[in-house]
Nanobody, 115 residues
Framework: QVQLVESGGGLVQAGGSLRLSCAAS????????MGWYRQAPGKQRELVAV???????TYADSVKGRFTISRDSALFTVYLQMNSLKPEDTAVYYC?????????WGQGTQVTVSS
């Protein structure tokens, strides 16, 4: 069983920054692919950024140039540095991991950006 524990959400003014962290624990034998999705009220969950075990990174177009995903493979931890935040970034951010065909989700952390 794998658990994903997120931290770092909160309330910030537009233009500000936040850093999210997600640590995976449990029956883990490889980093897999880890990253972040988000879901705003009334909208579908969408990919924000993911990083593979090989280091390949994918960003949503809406966050390119503002968000940076990074990882510590030894600690099975992934980070999301969010800069120049906009009100439209307001959402619940979910940590995600997939490995050997199995995926796991964190409980979600709220990010609210005020205008």
């Amino acid at each position: 069983q794998v658990q994903l524990v997120e931290s770092g959400g909160g309330l910030v003014q537009a233009g500000g920054s936040l850093r999210l962290s997600c640590a995976a624990s449990g029956s883990i034998f490889s980093f897999g692919t880890m990253g972040w999705y988000r879901q705003a009220p009334g909208k579908q969950r969408e990919l924000v950024a993911v990083v593979t075990s090989g280091g390949s990174i994918t960003y949503a177009d809406s966050v390119k140039g503002r968000f940076t995903i990074s990882r510590d493979s030894a600690l099975f931890t992934v980070y999301l540095q969010m800069n120049s935040l906009k009100p439209e970034d307001t959402a619940v951010y979910y940590c995600y991991r997939v490995a050997f065909g199995r995926d796991n989700w964190g409980q979600g952390t709220q990010v609210t950006v005020s205008s």
